[in-house]
């Protein structure tokens, strides 16, 4: 009789402490429209939105991770979504040029706490939206375009960081920006290694799928049920993900892999087009 084959054990995941920049979302509404998940005329919860960040926030701070905050300012309610308030790399600050009027007074803010907490700022002459369109994968930059970020500035990312620049076109938009459509599950890995990603397919025009599929063989493929509770829109320190409760397919499949999946509601947040990731951007001081 022949033996039952053993299922492979998923490999085991190893934390590691990273540091964050986040803002309280004390003046949180949706006023104006500048993704398909604003409405103005959809109720929004200031002191819900601020519970669940907090959340967030307590979740980081237990598991060990430093989060550095930025002071919101009135009358710019999405600068709780830090992520878009730049690219941060060996100490180096990109800040952004938003494409939207609605979001450029927060430009000055962010350049100014670059440069109060030590670290060089280097451009923007392009317009980008920070790490909402921006991941870094090991050695190389994956770089959103289609709908907020240029691709002239993935060509000034090259010249300020001296890493490859990987440009992927996003096609729905619903998944404006690139944290919205992949998620880098290992953000430290060994010198030419390949990390580990998850992403939504569809979201992509055929050549970034190609590109995807390419260096990423062993990436996780999300479905559009996880995708457009924003499942996607996570961040991970190489162990724990923290992600959307609503997103169960991926809970399950990062669980398959030796993930812990850490669930956080964020849907308050979601009200203006942003969970998770949206209000995470990494610190990666100077080594």
Known sequence: MSQPTELPQPAERVQQRRRY?????????????????????????????????????????????????IEPQPGLPDMVYTANGGFVIDGVAYPPKFRYQERAGEE??????????????????????GEGDFLLAGDVILAGRGFRSDGASHRELERIYGREVVSLTLVDPRFYHLD???????????????????????????????????????????????????GLNSASDGKNVFISPRAKGFEKQLAERGYTPVLIDLSELLLGGGGIKCCTLELRSAK
Not at 110 to 128: C, L, S, Y
């Open 180 to 230: 919205t459509a992949l998620s880098i599950l290992d953000p430290v890995v060994e010198p030419g290694a390949t990390p580990t990603i998850a992403y939504l397919p569809h979201a992509f025009d055929e050549e970034s799928q190609r590109i995807l599929a390419e260096r990423f063989p062993d990436a996780i493929h999300v479905s559009d049920e996880d995708g457009a509770v924003f």
């Open 21 to 69: 920049l986040m803002c309280r979302p004390e003046f949180f509404t949706v006023s104006y429209s500048i993704n398909p998940w604003m409405d103005p005329n959809e109720p929004t919860d200031t002191s819900n939105a601020v519970r669940q960040w907090q959340t967030l926030y307590d979740a980081y701070i237990t598991l060990g991770h430093e989060v550095e905050l």
């Open 108 to 129: 000055r803010w962010f350049t100014e706490w670059f440069r109060d907490n030590g670290f060089e700022v280097a451009g923007p002459d392009e317009t980008n939206e």
